[in-house]
């Protein structure tokens, strides 16, 4: 597609429930991040794959939270046994070949999540 | 952990007036990156300046890197409503499979 598409655009779960964020990144675009960005608050690395190197999972807050890219294209972040503080707005954006974080990157418009 | 800090958190300015925010790192990047965020969705970039420059515009838009003091600044010329929105710095570091940072991002209303 034209951008980077992301889906659900809005998510409203029970606490202890799983919920799955797709995201779908511009075609050709090798390189895919998972941020998360709570109410007001700057953004929060997640995930980051490229190629198929192994993801750097640095910034997932707990094993809870997984993601996975399958052929290299479509991401799916996956957070299980949801709690109240996992409501934030999930952004996924990608890039051109090449070198993580020396490119500029292009978002999705995001998922918010409600956990309630 | 956060690289980019941006300052001030808030700023509120009249139309046709410049804004400036600022944005300081704390270890050696390859590049900075402006964003802009409309409405807590998804963030566009703005310019992307690196280590080696000093100085970048785009139409409204000049940005500054000062290596030395690891610090950046956004200056935005001739505001307009439409400027209204959050400006995010992101440092891209020296390593070759690294992810942007972000800051915490300066708010920004330009009133009419």
């Known amino acids: 597609g034209a951008g980077v598409s992301q889906s659900p655009s809005n998510k409203v779960t029970e606490k202890g429930k799983d919920v799955e964020l797709r995201c779908d990144p511009i075609?050709?675009?090798?390189?895919l991040y998972w941020y998360r960005q709570s109410l007001g608050q700057g953004l929060e690395f997640l995930i980051y794959?490229?190629?198929?190197?192994?993801?750097?999972k640095s910034g997932l807050p707990s094993d809870r939270f997984s993601a996975e890219r399958t052929g290299g294209s479509v991401s799916t972040l996956t957070i299980q046994r949801t709690q109240q503080e996992d409501s934030a707005v999930y952004l996924c954006?990608?890039?051109?070949?090449?070198?993580?974080?020396?490119?500029?990157?292009?978002f999705g418009e995001g998922s918010w999540l409600t956990v309630v | 952990s956060q690289q980019g800090e941006e300052d001030p958190q808030a700023l509120s300015i009249q139309e046709g007036e410049n804004a400036t925010m600022n944005c300081s790192y704390k270890?050696?990047?390859?590049?900075l990156q402006w964003y802009r965020q409309n409405s807590g969705r998804g963030l566009v970039h703005l310019i992307l300046?690196?280590?080696?420059?000093r100085e970048k515009h785009s139409g409204r838009l000049r940005v500054t890197l000062d290596t030395s003091k690891k610090s950046s600044s956004l200056l935005i010329t001739a505001s307009r409503a439409a400027d209204t929105a959050s400006y995010f710095c992101?440092?891209?570091?020296?390593?070759?499979?690294?992810?942007?940072?972000f800051g915490k991002g300066t708010r920004l209303s330009v009133i009419a």
């Open positions: 954006a990608s890039s051109v070949p090449g070198q993580g974080g020396r490119n500029t990157i292009y």
């Open positions: 075609s050709g675009h090798t390189a």
């Open positions: 794959f490229q190629g198929n190197s192994a993801p750097d």
């Open positions: 270890t050696s990047i390859n590049n």
């Open positions: 300046i690196r280590s080696n420059e």
């Open positions: 992101a440092t891209g570091g020296l390593a070759g499979n690294t992810p942007l940072v």
